[in-house]
C-alpha cells in the first residue's frame, strides 16, 4: 500500500489517496469515488509523490499510470 499526494486536474487542488497492489494489479481508493478503480483507469490526478513503511518517491510531472 502508498499514500499518494495527487494534485486533482478537475478541482485543480491537492488531494491524498490510497494505491493497493495486488496480484491483479494496482487499486486505487479514493474518498471522492465509492468505487474501487484499477489505477490505469483514473486519469484525473498527477502523483507528486508517495510514501509508505519502505520510503517515499517523487513522481515529478507524470501522469497517473501506475
Not at 488531494?15 to 469515488?33: F, K
Not at 483514473?42 to 501522469?63: A, C, E, F, K, T
Request: hydrophobic share 40%.
Amino acid at each position: 500500500m502508498r499514500i499518494a499526494i495527487v494534485r486533482d486536474l478537475v478541482l485543480g487542488q491537492p488531494h491524498a489517496i490510497l494505491l493497493v497492489s495486488t496480484p491483479q494489479g494496482v487499486y486505487v481508493l479514493d474518498n471522492q469515488s465509492p468505487q474501487i478503480k484499477r489505477v490505469e483507469t483514473v486519469h484525473r490526478y498527477q502523483p507528486i509523490y508517495s510514501l509508505n513503511q519502505r520510503g517515499w518517491w517523487y513522481h515529478g510531472d507524470r501522469l497517473m499510470t501506475a
